[in-house]
């Protein structure tokens, strides 16, 4: 077996390329129409290079660079539904033509020369928005030039930040909206996969947590009404989109303080998500709260990614901390989930997945005219083993 189709989530068997069995890592793997050549997912990364919300060279050569890294997909950054739903003025959007075209030639570059599938995270920030990039301090209030916000509730991110504005039925209507123009571009752009942001903290994200909702309407309380505004940003977006595109969300699995959001809860929330079409859910947690205090490590985050996958049928990625071959093998033969992204790592060594593929004993091909890069590349991994007294193979 090779592909697991969206929505379920089974136990993977090893595939085989030129007769030789595949690291399970490095096995094909597809939702709905479409396949990716490995498990391996550069993670989405603000840049904060925008402006206007217009992805520029920077995301050109960005992307470009981690798609030829060999991942079989990459995932841009978050991408805002409208200007008022940046998390900083750097970030991209995908709420008007301009923006659209703009990702247009970046997605046919990554697909002309690469096999990577480009995916994009498509979110709002809540009261996260009108910060500034992460270098000028988390989460920080722009200096000048602050644009006004909305939460489900009127609770600031921190005193420093702008009190939110408590949203209206109709708010949130027209931002499930946005979701879905957004998705529409999003497939005029030639993205191959879409993310939604559901977490760390976010507009959706905001809503799940009982720490953030204080709502006693319809959308605020019970999970189940908790639950109201994604699946409604869910279901616009899953209509707005052919059958073949997936449709994926992140999720903060827990808010890691004492009355929060917690795993259970995420099983509940990913088992309503797929039940409404999503088609994997990426198992992240925390952001939700400055008080937050995530006990983070290797791979801190895969149980939340294994649970989710056991008890909800849906299939996972598991991201946070994975920073060795054996890592992204151990996780998906574990079964904890489907497919593995890297973040901070992908950043230090963009080559991570072709590292990883020569540790794993089964080279990713190299793009043409780095092929005799890549004859070098072996025979200085040869000379290197020669050196250290062990046979060459
Ligand atoms: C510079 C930077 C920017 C990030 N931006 C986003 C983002 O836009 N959306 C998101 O969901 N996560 C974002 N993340 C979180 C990563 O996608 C990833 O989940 C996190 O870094 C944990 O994975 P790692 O341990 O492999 O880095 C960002 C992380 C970094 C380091």
């Not at 950054?77 to 959007?93: D, K, L, Q, Y």
């Not at 995916?119 to 990039?133: D, E, F, L, N």
């Not at 795993?263 to 994997?280: E, H, K, N, S, T």
Request: charged letters at 15%; hydrophobic letters at 45%; a neutral charge.
């Amino acid at each position: 077996m090779l592909p697991v189709a969206g929505n379920t989530a089974s136990v993977v068997q090893p595939a085989s390329r030129n007769g030789d069995t595949l690291p399970l890592c490095l096995s094909p793997f597809s939702l709905r129409g479409v396949a990716f050549a490995n498990r391996l997912v550069v993670s989405p990364m603000a840049q904060y290079m925008c402006t206007d919300g217009m992805p520029g060279d920077w995301h050109a050569t960005h992307l470009g660079m981690h798609a030829l890294g060999g991942a079989g997909l990459v995932v841009a950054e978050m991408t805002c539904v409208s200007p008022e739903a940046r998390i900083t003025p750097g970030c991209p959007g995908l709420w008007n033509d301009a923006q659209t075209a703009a990702w247009r030639r970046i997605t046919d570059a990554v697909h002309a020369h690469t096999p990577a599938r480009i995916g994009v995270q498509i979110g709002h920030a809540g009261r996260k928005g009108s910060t500034r990039p992460l270098w000028e301090g988390f989460s920080k209030p722009l200096a000048e030039g602050n644009w006004p916000i909305l939460a489900p509730s009127p609770i600031p991110w921190s005193e420093a930040n702008q009190v939110p504005r408590e949203a209206t039925a109709e708010d949130l209507a027209a931002i499930a909206a946005q979701h879905a123009a957004a998705a529409r571009r999003a497939l005029l752009a030639g993205f191959d996969l879409i993310e939604l942001h559901f977490a760390h903290g976010y507009l959706v994200s905001s809503f799940l947590s009982p720490l953030s909702n204080r709502r006693v309407d319809g959308f605020g309380g019970s999970l189940a009404n908790r639950l109201r505004f994604p699946l409604m940003v869910l279901r616009a977006v899953r209509a707005s989109v052919p059958d073949a595109m997936p449709v994926t969300a992140r999720l903060s699995c827990s808010d890691w303080i004492e009355g929060g959001f917690t795993p259970d809860d995420a099983v509940q929330v990913a088992i309503a998500l797929r039940d409404a079409g999503c088609d994997l859910i990426v198992a992240s947690s925390g952001q939700t709260d400055p008080q937050s205090r995530p006990t983070a490590g290797a791979m801190w985050q895969v149980p939340f990614a294994g649970r989710i996958r056991a008890e909800a049928a849906v299939a996972t990625m598991a991201v946070g901390g994975v920073t060795e071959p054996s890592h992204a093998e151990g996780i998906v033969a574990e079964d904890a989930a489907d497919m593995v992204a890297v973040g901070r790592a992908a950043l230090y060594d963009p080559w991570w997945a072709r590292h990883w593929s020569h540790a794993l004993g089964a080279p990713l091909p190299w793009p043409l005219p780095y092929a005799y890069g890549g004859h070098f590349a072996r025979r200085h991994v040869l000379v290197h083993r020669h050196a250290e007294g062990r046979p060459r193979s």
